[in-house]
């Protein structure tokens, strides 16, 4: 951080504390240019990650960071804060790892505490073909250096005693994918920290600034938008800003922007909910994800339990709870955990995902120049959060398209390329 | 809860179908090239308003039918 950063510490906690003096603004309120090097759409988790790399690495700080409400706002303050690398793809594996890393030192590096939990990752198998998709996720796993096995039932009731593992259930649990660097980490410090970082080093983050039209000229479609043209700013709602860089990462909203410059993208926004219980003693150690019972659940250091399921099956952009979701989710939570009885949910709420067929992200650059994509980031792009900003900064700042980032790119629909994540992504996340 | 009017069986909570997308028309397959093929299986306006969408009644008739929803508030209109 430079030198004019507010740094936080113990001392100044204990001050404030004592003073109850308060703290200051974690960013600023910038005035708002009409040009920059490179416009981002959306602030959550990825649009300022990528902000915050292009200053800190590239020293490219001639940047805006607009969003439509606050920074935050979608997936990125909504979801379970489930990280983990345990993917089945050489190329997903490789590249969530690598988040992991940057999980690992965040803390230090944005001089926040991101409550980073490592506390494993457990992903159970009811029937013979998820143990067979697991052996065959912790070979991909292993070769790679990542530490991820199949565990048998005894050793599940090991990791987390408030299973049920007798063979007596609806869905007997036949063994389980052990993933001990998974965690969970705070995901709104996550943003904060990246927010406040990328304010330091002079990017700008313009919140309640829609974005209404991306700006082309020169492609083959209607107003110079589409394949073979290039990008020349963003319309929004205080103004308009000229840019050679546009960069989307709207996550839910991503199709309707992408439309705004001719490029459809193969992505359809569903609802995923999750909910709380009230507090208990701490008793759940890992994650536990159960993808034949349609459910994951992690306790949080204040004792919560936190639920989720797999995206609502029906395709929207309105986000509110239904009792559907409530009622699957407690039956399933009841056959893994049937001590839990008796708990009360507290919270139930929603947000939007920007599903693949593939399940797996699109990302880099666009057939029209200057516009480029961070997106498809579904129901797991909060683990992903910090590899794809430094990837994506990596992109813009040098033109080509980064190594890690080359199997996620748009071209991969039209030629038949995919990268089927479905087997580990379905319903953990 | 989303109501789906299905033409044969009438108004059904949406857990009974399966909710198949927008429409997108079907290329030739005998005459579509690999682009057109994949463009037609994979790339989606993904609309927020008013869409044209197939649904099919999984658990009634076990019909394809189409309907307009709009995707931002799930108010549901008929299609003439
Ligand atoms: C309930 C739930 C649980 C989840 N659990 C996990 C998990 O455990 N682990 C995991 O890895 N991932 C999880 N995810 C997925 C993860 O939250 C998302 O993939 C991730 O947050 C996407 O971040 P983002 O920065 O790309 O997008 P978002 O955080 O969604 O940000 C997009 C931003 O774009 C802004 N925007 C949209 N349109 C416009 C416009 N026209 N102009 C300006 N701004 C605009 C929005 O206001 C929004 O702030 C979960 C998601 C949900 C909903
Ligand atoms: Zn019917």
């Given at each position: 951080?430079?030198?004019?950063?507010?740094?936080?510490?113990?001392?100044?906690?204990?001050?404030?504390?004592?003073?109850?003096?308060?703290?200051?603004?974690?960013?600023?309120?910038?005035?708002?240019?009409?040009?920059?090097?490179?416009?981002?759409?959306?602030?959550?988790?990825?649009?300022?990650?990528?902000?915050?790399?292009?200053?800190?690495?590239?020293?490219?700080?001639?940047?805006?960071?607009?969003?439509?409400?606050?920074?935050?706002?979608?997936?990125?303050?909504?979801?379970?804060?489930?990280?983990?690398?345990?993917?089945?793809?050489?190329?997903?594996?490789?590249?969530?790892?690598?988040?992991?890393?940057?999980?690992?030192?965040?803390?230090?590096?944005?001089?926040?505490?991101?409550?980073?939990?490592?506390?494993?990752?457990?992903?159970?198998?009811?029937?013979?073909?998820?143990?067979?998709?697991?052996?065959?996720?912790?070979?991909?796993?292993?070769?790679?250096?990542?530490?991820?096995?199949?565990?048998?039932?005894?050793?599940?009731?090991?990791?987390?005693?408030?299973?049920?593992?007798?063979?007596?259930t609806r869905y007997p649990i036949l063994g389980a994918l052990f993933h001990p660097p998974g965690g969970t980490v705070r995901h709104d410090a996550v943003v904060w920290g990246y927010a406040r970082a990328a304010d330091h080093h002079g990017v700008h983050l313009h919140q309640q600034t829609?974005?209404?039209?991306?700006?082309?000229?020169?492609?083959?479609?209607?107003?110079?938008?589409g394949p073979g043209g290039k990008v020349t700013g963003v319309r929004t709602s205080r103004g308009d800003i000229s840019a050679p860089i546009v960069v989307n990462c709207t996550a839910g909203w991503a199709s309707l922007i992408s439309n705004m410059a001719g490029v459809p993208l193969p992505i359809t926004t569903h609802p995923l909910q999750a909910a709380v219980t009230e507090p208990t003693k701490v008793f759940l150690p890992t994650v536990v994800v159960s993808g034949s019972l349609h459910v994951y659940v992690s306790q949080t250091d204040r004792g919560e339990l936190v639920f989720g399921a797999s995206v609502d099956p029906v395709g929207t952009y309105r986000v509110n709870g239904t009792?559907?979701?409530?009622?699957?989710?407690?039956?399933?939570?009841?056959?893994?955990?049937?001590?839990?009885?008796?708990?009360?949910?507290?919270?139930?709420?929603?947000?939007?995902?920007?599903?693949?067929?593939?399940?797996?992200?699109?990302?880099?650059?666009?057939?029209?120049?200057?516009?480029?994509?961070?997106?498809?980031?579904?129901?797991?792009?909060?683990?992903?959060?910090?590899?794809?900003?430094?990837?994506?900064?990596?992109?813009?700042?040098?033109?080509?398209?980064?190594?890690?980032?080359?199997?996620?790119?748009?071209?991969?629909?039209?030629?038949?390329?995919?990268?089927?994540?479905?087997?580990?992504?379905?319903?953990g996340h | 809860m989303i109501i789906v009017p299905c033409p044969h069986c009438g108004p059904r909570n949406s857990v009974d179908l399966r909710n198949c997308g927008e429409v997108v028309n079907r290329p030739n397959p005998d005459t579509a090239t690999l682009t057109e093929w994949r463009t037609y299986l994979y790339l989606r306006e993904n609309a927020a308003g008013w869409v044209s969408e197939t649904w099919y009644c999984r658990a009634g008739c076990r019909r394809y039918f189409t309907i307009e929803r709009n995707t931002v508030t799930n108010e549901i209109r008929d299609q003439s």
């Open positions: 951080m430079p030198q004019h950063a507010y740094k936080y510490s113990a001392a100044k906690l204990l001050r404030h504390g004592l003073t109850r003096g308060t703290w200051p603004r974690m960013w600023r309120q910038p005035e708002f240019k009409d040009t920059y090097d490179v416009v981002i759409i959306g602030g959550g988790l990825h649009g300022l990650a990528t902000a915050y790399y292009l200053a800190t690495e590239h020293g490219i700080t001639n940047v805006a960071v607009l969003d439509k409400g606050y920074l935050g706002g979608g997936g990125s303050g909504r979801n379970t804060a489930i990280v983990r690398s345990n993917y089945l793809t050489p190329e997903g594996v490789a590249f969530y790892d690598r988040s992991l890393h940057l999980y690992n030192t965040m803390a230090d590096d944005l001089n926040l505490n991101v409550m980073f939990s490592r506390r494993g990752h457990l992903t159970l198998a009811h029937t013979d073909s998820a143990l067979r998709t697991m052996h065959w996720r912790a070979e991909v796993n292993k070769l790679q250096g990542i530490d991820s096995s199949v565990i048998d039932p005894s050793d599940v009731k090991k990791e987390a005693p408030s299973l049920d593992v007798s063979p007596n829609e974005v209404l039209d991306i700006l082309c000229e020169g492609g083959t479609g209607p107003e110079g938008k009792l559907e979701f409530t009622e699957e989710l407690a039956g399933h939570v009841l056959e893994l955990m049937p001590g839990i009885s008796k708990m009360r949910l507290m919270r139930q709420w929603s947000g939007l995902c920007d599903m693949t067929p593939d399940y797996s992200p699109v990302m880099g650059f666009t057939p029209v120049e200057g516009y480029l994509v961070d997106v498809g980031w579904g129901t797991y792009g909060f683990k992903a959060g910090p590899v794809s900003g430094e990837t994506m900064a990596r992109t813009i700042a040098t033109g080509k398209t980064d190594e890690m980032i080359a199997p996620f790119n748009l071209s991969r629909f039209t030629e038949g390329d995919l990268v089927g994540e479905k087997g580990a992504a379905a319903v | -």
